[in-house]
């Protein structure tokens, strides 16, 4: 079964500095993995996937993510925040062989808060 | 091009009343999803059907919960009777491919049921 954990449920940065938002995932093979931003009232909307192409993968919005088998992680990054970044953040992971047809397992989700 | 719509957004039922949620994918998805997202945790997949197939049901409590996909477009997703615990935002996602797991699910805006 596949399985995600997200280190830490609140992450509060400044504008302009680093975010980092960490995913770790467990699969006993290497699996599709998402990132899914929702804000306020809203459903979720995908920033970046990993599918066994390029291991560092850039999405919308500034963000990328890097896929490392040896950590089992695909952590999330921007190097500058910006307010509009406020929300929470999901990672989710798919199982690429087929056999949950597309089916997606998140984690708990991380929200971002940006201080001005 | 139209986005996955969800009626309605906000619904307050007492515990054992009955409740309906409606959904429509985007025009020519063929594989429909919808997900319980409890307070404070990530999506969980409810039910999952290809046209109007169940592929997947396995997550859904079937001794309250029924879910519909007539003619391969809309979708119904019914509780009965409601229970305090089944209070959560029913989302429902759309994808164009079956059984491709890298590619990405459209979400709705979501239901957001409160049982009292």
């Known amino acids: 079964a596949q399985s995600v954990t997200q280190l830490g449920s609140h992450v509060s940065v400044s504008e302009g500095a680093l975010v980092l938002l960490r995913c770790n995932y467990s699969s006993s093979v290497p699996p599709y993995l998402f990132w899914y931003v929702q804000y306020p009232n809203q459903g979720l909307q995908l920033l970046l996937k990993y599918t066994s192409a390029a291991t560092l993968v850039k999405g919308i919005n500034g963000f990328e993510a890097e896929f490392k088998k040896s950590e089992t992680s695909f952590h999330l990054t921007k190097p500058s925040a910006h307010m509009s970044d406020a929300a929470e953040y999901f990672c989710a992971v798919s199982d690429p062989r087929g056999s949950t047809l597309g089916r997606l397992y998140f984690g708990r989700g991380t929200q971002l808060t940006v201080w001005p | 091009e139209a986005g996955v719509a969800q009626s309605p957004r906000y619904k307050i039922i007492e515990k054992r009343q009955s409740v309906a949620f409606w959904c429509n994918p985007i025009s020519g998805h063929a594989t429909l999803y919808w997900y319980q997202q409890i307070l404070g945790q990530g999506p969980k997949l409810l039910i999952q059907?290809?046209?109007?197939?169940?592929?997947?049901d396995s997550q859904l409590p079937k001794d309250r919960f029924s879910a519909e996909r007539l003619k391969g477009v809309d979708s119904t997703l019914k509780i009965q009777p409601a229970k305090l615990e089944d209070s959560a935002v029913y989302l429902c996602?759309?994808?164009?491919?079956?059984?491709?797991?890298?590619?990405?699910?459209?979400f709705g805006p979501g239901t957001r049921l409160t049982v009292t």
């Open positions: 996602a759309s994808s164009l491919v079956f059984q491709a797991s890298s590619y990405e699910q459209y």
């Open positions: 059907f290809q046209n109007n197939g169940v592929v997947d």
